[in-house]
């Protein structure tokens, strides 16, 4: 190309003589088995050889969107809910549209959300943080004190513990962001909660930690004190930006690896006590109801787990037979993911997928396989393994173990059937 400036016309032009020419693209065969149309295409495309609206007109300036949003065309990816799932939606929750993402990182504004009195609105400048009980002192800290600790920054999921529970009994809800979109993924920054327990004195009987956010719930969780000395953090940052008011704005616990309750939001006050508190949840709710009326308490890490997000029901494949890209994501509470299998005959054979992007401990994973669809119809399956050699079971192999009553913690093998026409389905096979 010369470099005088050429204007959009010009280069229109040059485009039309390239196409009638028949030129054919260097690199045209790898491009003929992808399925990509080549340039010497004997119709040509309008999109190419005309000019279009958007190379004529002058674009937005700099001072048109002072904090940015995603495109137009990209309105449809979007938090969605579940009507009938909740009463109320202040006492609710929405799902991540893990069909529409990639890579590992969920972006601020998809995160699911889950709360039990809605969104509280606090300003940083009237927040505090209480630290008391079996200490040498009491502390109440300031946003402007905590940004005086050491900090961390740490890429860790979130997972309700609640995610699949609607999938016990059967194949129910038709799309990922429905069946697993209780979960993110998101780089925090913060201050490691050990300085700050250090700061105030641990008595020598501290075993257990009270959260509480300061939300119109007042959510409490039990915490024992080996895991807030190991890998939580109180976290002031999402993704490099202040936590949204959704994520628990101004500040937040992050308990790398276990369920999603005990990740206090809005965080207010932390007791330390000698024996875990009784929840008035306790009963009904975070315990796993088991198939004799016994229930599991204390389930806090989230097994490893992993989900085909594309082709999925939201995300059928319209691009007919030949190559395809299948893609999801997989994570465990207890480390690193190490291997991702995949299935498309239901569970008969399985091949490696490749997993690329950082593998980090406690982080979704993204994988990959790519394959030649024959346009018969696929059964699709991932199942994960993670570094301690935890293996992600089928549905019926977790019935067994905790029969059909519970709701949390269903980290079962998800099936999505695809059909001839590419459209793809939430089904379960024995
Ligand atoms: N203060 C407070 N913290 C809370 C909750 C809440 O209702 N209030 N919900 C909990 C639950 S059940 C989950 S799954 C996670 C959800 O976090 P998210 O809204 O950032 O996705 O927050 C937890 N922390
Ligand atoms: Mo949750």
């Not at 276990?258 to 990740?263: A, C, L, R, S, Y």
């Not at 893609?327 to 091949?351: C, E, F, P, Q, Y």
């Amino acid at each position: 190309m010369s470099d005088q400036p050429m204007d959009k016309t010009d280069l229109n032009a040059d485009r039309r003589r390239f196409l009638r020419g028949g030129i054919t693209a260097a690199g045209g065969l790898a491009a003929a088995t992808l399925g990509a149309r080549t340039a010497s295409s004997a119709t040509p495309d309008p999109l190419i050889t005309e000019v279009q609206e958007w190379n004529q007109v002058l674009g937005d300036g700099v001072d048109a969107a002072p904090y940015g949003v995603p495109s137009e065309f990209e309105a449809h990816v979007v938090r969605r809910d579940v009507a009938w799932l909740t009463a109320d939606p202040v006492s609710s929750v929405n799902f991540t549209p893990l069909h529409e993402l990639d890579g590992i990182i969920t972006p601020n504004g998809l995160c699911f959300e889950r709360h039990h009195g809605g969104v509280a609105q606090i300003s940083p400048a009237d927040h505090r943080l209480m630290i008391h009980g079996l200490v040498d002192t009491p502390l109440v800290f300031t946003m402007q004190d905590l940004m005086r600790f050491p900090r961390e920054n740490r890429i860790y999921f979130l997972e309700c513990a609640a995610n699949s529970g609607m999938e016990w009994r059967g194949a129910q809800l038709n799309g990922c962001q429905f069946t697993h979109g209780m979960v993110h993924n998101v780089m925090y920054t913060g201050v490691p909660l050990k300085l700050l327990l250090q700061e105030a004195g641990l008595k020598p009987n501290a075993a257990w930690l009270l959260p509480e956010g300061a939300d119109a719930s007042g959510m409490t969780r039990s915490i024992p004190l080996d895991k807030a000395l190991d890998d939580c953090l109180v976290a002031f940052k999402m993704n490099g930006e202040a936590l949204r008011p959704e994520q628990g704005y101004p500040v937040r616990l992050v308990v790398p690896g276990w369920e999603g309750n005990m990740w206090v939001k809005w965080l207010r006050r932390i007791e330390v006590g000698d024996q875990p508190w009784h929840h008035r949840e306790e009963t009904s709710k975070y315990t796993d109801l088991m198939a004799d009326g016994k229930a599991r308490r204390f389930t806090w890490t989230m097994d490893v787990k992993s989900v085909i997000t594309n082709p999925s029901p939201q995300a059928p494949i319209l691009h007919g037979r030949g190559h395809t890209v299948l893609t999801g994501l997989a994570w465990s509470g207890h480390g690193k993911i190490k291997r991702v299998d995949i299935s498309i005959d239901g569970g008969r054979n399985w091949h490696s997928a490749r997993i690329d992007g950082p593998s980090l401990s406690k982080s979704l994973h993204r994988f990959y396989y790519e394959f030649d669809w024959d346009g018969s119809e696929l059964l699709l399956q991932s199942r994960a393994m993670d570094e301690f050699g935890n293996i992600q079971p089928t549905k019926n192999a977790l019935r067994a173990v905790r029969g059909e009553n519970s709701i949390y913690h269903n980290n079962g093998i998800q099936t999505w059937q695809v059909r001839s026409n590419g459209e793809t389905e939430n089904v379960e096979i024995s």
